[in-house]
């Protein structure tokens, strides 16, 4: 897939956005979802992002973002990692014009790439220089020296090519947990786990333990996780029927999909339908 550039100027603020997303022929397909880059200022202070499955490495260039806290705010590291989170996060952005970059990891990638127990990162934002080491303070080094965010794109991707391609074997993510975390993904959290176990040839405790440490989370939650991303996405399209979305999302009805709404996105359906977006994303701009 090409790398897109997006340019915005409207009410919400103005910035570039580059993405790029491999094929599913591409090397990279089964471990990086994307990676972007973002360069601008939006006008709302604070976005509420949403769980989606993934783990996203995050590359601040310029000033850092703070995560909103019950109890205020922290300022996230220069270099951080997020694992699977199983509730909004709201994030403050700088009040001046900033650069960002993050590369969006399946989590077999994440497993394979950061090497540590992913159950450790769950709902939480940790330091990617600790676990990496200085690879990833001389990856910022290397983007902090470019103008244009298509070619920090670029660069990040020779950085994955080359950082799998010099994992070791025991870094790899193990199949029966790689096979059914994206049988799960591929159902869209709508697939029977006890049937994919035994499919598997593994136990209830062993396939628990290798979801724990290479997914971050168990099976169940990690097919509630995907199933509710899947029905934020058919949300955010214009007159999506809230009892619809809810049949065709996997829910049992539209009251199953309200109490999942209120659990991981901390609002309902309703709210987020009638809710501003950021363009191309699932996120809502909030003021403090």
């Not at 897109?4 to 100027?9: G, I, K, Q, W, Y």
């Not at 029977?192 to 628990?208: P, W, Y």
Request: charged share 25%; hydrophobic share 40%; glycine share 8%.
């Amino acid at each position: 897939m090409p790398i897109v550039s997006r340019h915005l100027d409207s009410d919400l603020g103005r910035w570039s956005q580059t993405e790029w997303r491999p094929s599913d022929e591409h090397p990279l397909a089964w471990a990086v979802d994307r990676v972007w880059d973002f360069d601008g200022m939006a006008s709302a202070p604070r976005e509420r992002v949403f769980p989606n499955g993934m783990v996203e490495l995050i590359i601040q260039l310029d000033d850092r973002y703070l995560d909103v806290l019950g109890n205020g705010t922290v300022v996230t590291p220069a270099t951080c990692v997020t694992g699977i989170y199983s509730r909004s996060l709201v994030v403050e952005a700088p009040r001046r014009p900033c650069r960002v970059i993050g590369v969006r990891l399946h989590p077999p990638g994440a497993w394979a790439l950061l090497s540590h127990p992913l159950n450790e990162l769950a709902d939480l934002t940790a330091d990617l220089e600790a676990l990496l080491g200085r690879v990833a303070a001389q990856l910022a080094d290397l983007c902090h020296g470019i103008r244009s965010g298509t070619e920090r794109v670029r660069q990040v991707i020779a950085w994955l090519e080359r950082r799998f391609l010099d994992a070791s074997d025991t870094s790899r993510p193990d199949p029966a947990a790689g096979w059914i975390a994206g049988c799960i993904a591929r159902s869209g959290g709508n697939t029977d786990i006890g049937k994919l176990q035994v499919k598997a040839g593994l136990s209830s405790t062993r396939i628990a333990y290798l979801f724990r440490q290479q997914v971050g989370v168990l099976p169940k939650r990690y097919a509630r996780i995907v199933r509710f991303d899947r029905a934020l996405t058919m949300l955010s399209r214009p007159g999506a029927s809230l009892s619809r979305v809810a049949l065709e999302a996997g829910y049992y009805d539209q009251p199953h999909m309200n109490a999942e709404f209120r659990q991981l996105a901390g609002l309902t359906p309703r709210q987020f339908v009638s809710a501003s977006r950021f363009p191309n994303s699932l996120s809502l701009p909030e003021r403090i």
